[in-house]
């Protein structure tokens, strides 16, 4: 990486923090109230300090293998990074994906709650949950129906005592995200649940203008993933 390249990612930061600044002072919104997770994933330590150096903490990757490969050093050099895991999570990664995480945005099913609560039992700290929605119904896609979410919530909180923090989704690619949003904003609402993680790279603007506290930009910070 050239000082070039590390001043391209610091320039792509501000111009982002300031989109995101526009899109909730538009929104009558405190800019505070948004969180900008910069998604690394497929991008190495060396396109991720240059953003750390410019003053950015919270960062987002979908997989705990290669989560685990780059980011025990980076954040033993930078202790107060927070790592949030924005992709599904497999039974068997559960132990590693607690140990490297601070929040999860893809509570997505039952068998996750209970072996959550399984190993809060044998002494884990839980990280930060957010449940997955999948607001577009598709099949491909993990996520709790919208159907079902009230009740998942709800065994969430009295079954399992799960401090569900916030509700999570990925819209359709062929649909309009604006509608995916505020179906995740009303669910969210109507469970009491102030968080919502929604909005990437090509509708973060729209998604805050919905209520968005956590949005989730990868190649409009780290540039296109090969
Ligand atoms: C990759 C990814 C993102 C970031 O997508 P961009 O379009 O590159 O901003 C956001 N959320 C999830 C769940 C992802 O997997």
Redesign the pocket.
């Known amino acids: 990486m050239t000082a070039s390249d590390a001043n391209a990612s610091a320039t792509r930061l501000a111009a982002i923090r300031q989109r995101i600044a526009g899109a909730a002072r538009e929104a009558g919104r405190p800019t505070q109230d948004v969180t900008l997770v910069a998604?690394s994933?497929t991008f190495d330590a060396e396109a991720i300090v240059p953003l750390i150096d410019a003053g950015q903490r919270v960062f987002?990757e979908?997989r705990v293998q290669e989560a685990a490969a780059k980011w025990p050093a980076l954040k033993e050099k930078y202790a107060d990074i927070e790592l949030h895991l924005?992709?599904p999570l497999q039974s068997n990664k559960i132990e590693d994906a607690l140990k490297l995480f601070d929040v999860f945005h893809t509570l997505d099913r039952e068998k996750l709650a209970v072996a959550l609560v399984k190993a809060r039992d044998k002494g884990a700290a839980l990280p930060r949950l957010f449940v997955q929605v999948n607001t577009g119904g598709e099949p491909q896609k993990a996520g709790i129906a919208p159907a079902d979410t009230d009740a998942f919530i709800a065994r969430c909180r009295d079954e399992w005592k799960l401090d569900v923090e916030g509700l999570m989704c990925?819209p359709p690619l062929d649909e309009e995200p604006a509608l995916h949003f505020a179906l995740l904003e009303k669910l969210a609402r109507r469970n009491g649940l102030t968080k919502l993680s929604m909005g990437?790279?090509?509708d973060f603007e729209k998604a805050i203008t919905l209520g968005a506290t956590h949005v989730?930009?990868?190649?409009?910070l780290f540039g296109a993933?090969a």
């Open positions: 998604v994933k987002g979908n924005i992709g990925i990437m790279s090509g989730r930009v990868g190649s409009a993933r």
